[in-house]
């Protein structure tokens, strides 16, 4: 089976900005986790997206939000963006009921 | 809340050497827990897991034990090679409300350097 693909792999961003970035999971896991991984904080969980449902939210503003589509597929969004949000996000998939999570290569923002 | 502890990094070995990267956790209940690594400019991989009590995950060469009692699940390798460098992540799994809701807490990470 392919693994988690996120796309684009990098990208460059003004402050005030908005983003969007896309992930597939892998075939036939329905749950979509998002992880934000900074240098200061590490790996910071963001949200989980279940059959089109956010099922779980981390500690973030609402500037960053989510959704997913029939096919499983996701995308975060981060409106207004401020310098801090420069990170790499990644994003997870899992089957249901498991509990390991498989991550893709990531995205990596930059704000300036 | 949930809390992973990582062992301060950088470690710096030479090849063949023997490796322990400790790892300790607060969690209520029985979490499952996992190692992934992470290469240069890459995303998280999977090494290993184990989801109970004396549960002993191994891939590649690496061994990581569930102990209850400790709250621990330490990675060990018995000699390293220069391809094992790369940053290593424990992390813990629990359920976040009914259902098959989960969500990763992870240590802050150990850089592993290994010297030909």
């Known amino acids: 089976k392919a693994g988690v693909t996120q796309t684009p792999r990098y990208l460059i961003k003004t402050r005030g900005q908005q983003v969007t970035l896309s992930c597939s999971p892998i075939?036939?896991?329905?749950?979509v986790s998002w992880y934000q991984q900074t240098p200061g904080q590490g790996l910071q969980f963001l949200f989980e997206?279940?059959?089109?449902?956010?099922?779980n939210k981390g500690n973030f503003p609402g500037r960053f939000s989510g959704r997913q589509f029939s096919n499983s597929r996701s995308e975060m969004n981060v409106s207004t963006l401020e310098l801090g949000d420069s990170a790499l996000y990644l994003c997870?998939?899992?089957?249901?009921?498991?509990?390991?999570?498989?991550f893709g290569p990531g995205t990596r923002l930059t704000v300036l | 809340g949930n809390s992973v502890t990582q062992m301060e990094g950088p470690v710096t070995l030479s090849e063949e050497a023997f490796l322990t990267i400790n790892c300790t956790y607060t969690?209520?209940?029985?979490?499952?827990l996992f190692w992934y690594v992470q290469y240069p400019g890459e995303g998280l991989q999977l090494l290993l897991k184990?989801?109970?009590?004396?549960d002993k995950g191994s891939n590649k060469g690496f061994e990581a034990t569930y102990r209850k009692e400790t709250t621990s699940f330490h990675l060990e390798k018995g000699s390293v090679q220069v391809s094992d460098s790369a940053v290593y992540f424990c992390?813990?799994?629990?359920?976040?409300?009914?259902?098959?809701?989960?969500?990763?807490?992870f240590g802050s990470g150990t850089q592993l350097t290994v010297l030909p």
């Open positions: 997206y279940f059959s089109e449902t956010q099922r």
């Open positions: 075939s036939g896991h329905r749950s």
């Open positions: 184990a989801t109970k009590a004396d």
């Open positions: 992390a813990l799994s629990r359920p976040v409300s009914s259902g098959s809701a989960r969500q990763l807490t």
């Open positions: 969690a209520t209940g029985y979490p499952s």
């Open positions: 997870a998939s899992k089957e249901t009921g498991a509990d390991t999570q498989y």
